[in-house]
């Protein structure tokens, strides 16, 4: 069993909030989105590609991993699907990261640069890998991490939900200590503040709402260049 709470921020300094997140106790669901696209086309994208995810979930019964990947390959058909049949939504696309109960366990799926992470014994461990020209390109030609930090290409995703009929889907399983708690965001977090700041922010005994404004605060004193989302799941 699993608490849960979410909150999503525009930031400081976009008028919109691409990001889309969902909590869904009853299917042990929990997902986050961060869409792109020009106008009103990110939105879109995002909420596009949890819904469909949810409702292929519902209707899918025992969870594996599988499945949760199946599930991506839905969110992905469906938001290109939409892009094709609208010139207003070309180009559009988003991350996808999500977490599915299934018994003592919890299944991890990510696609593009939005994060798991699992807290634990006083320490932050990453769970996912960006998918990411930095992550998949740069630091293969050992280019140092100061350098990737200010590169042009820092921001550029290597795959999306709604880009191409090929998918990667990243997989991962975590059978979570009780109290360990499980954080899934996007870039406008991680992008902007370190982990040691993420690590602080999910220390201690509070309630997952303050944990999730202490973060998103967190972000904003960074800045706050990109909309910030944070779901977290704490285990019973």
């Known amino acids: 069993m699993l608490e849960a709470f979410g909150l999503s921020d525009p930031g400081s300094v976009r008028p919109?909030?691409?990001?889309?997140y969902l909590i869904a106790p009853d299917m042990g669901l929990y997902v986050v989105a961060d869409g792109m696209g020009g106008a009103?086309?990110?939105e879109r994208a995002s909420k596009l590609a949890v819904d469909t995810l949810a409702a292929f979930i519902a209707k899918s019964g025992h969870?594996?991993?599988?499945?949760?990947a199946q599930a991506f390959q839905e969110a992905n058909n469906h938001v290109m699907n939409a892009a094709s049949n609208d010139v207003n939504l070309e180009g559009m696309?988003?991350?996808?990261?999500?977490?599915?109960?299934?018994?003592?366990?919890?299944?991890?799926?990510s696609v593009g640069d939005s994060r798991a992470y699992v807290y634990q014994g006083d320490e932050l461990i990453g769970i996912t890998e960006d998918q990411?020209?930095?992550h998949?390109?740069?630091?293969?030609?050992?280019?140092?991490?100061?350098?990737?930090?200010?590169?042009?290409?820092?921001?550029v995703l290597t795959m999306a939900i709604g880009v191409s009929p090929e998918l990667r889907v990243h997989s991962?399983?975590?059978?979570?200590?009780?109290?360990?708690?499980?954080?899934?965001?996007?870039?406008g977090l991680h992008g902007v503040v370190g982990d040691g700041v993420i690590a602080e922010a999910l220390?201690?005994?509070?309630?997952?709402e303050s944990k999730c404004r202490k973060l998103i605060e967190a972000a904003k004193a960074a800045g706050g260049p990109d909309n910030i989302t944070t779901v977290i799941l704490r285990a019973k």
Do not use: F
Request: glycine share 10%.
């Open 16 to 20: 919109n909030n691409e990001d889309c």
């Open 40 to 42: 009103q086309a990110g």
């Open 63 to 68: 969870a594996t991993a599988e499945m949760l």
């Open 93 to 109: 696309g988003t991350t996808l990261v999500a977490a599915l109960e299934a018994g003592p366990e919890i299944l991890i799926a």
């Open 132 to 134: 990411t020209w930095v």
């Open 136 to 155: 998949e390109v740069g630091r293969k030609l050992g280019i140092d991490e100061t350098s990737l930090r200010s590169h042009p290409m820092r921001h």
């Open 172 to 187: 991962y399983t975590l059978k979570p200590q009780a109290g360990a708690e499980v954080l899934l965001c996007s870039d």
């Open 203 to 208: 220390a201690g005994n509070g309630n997952l």
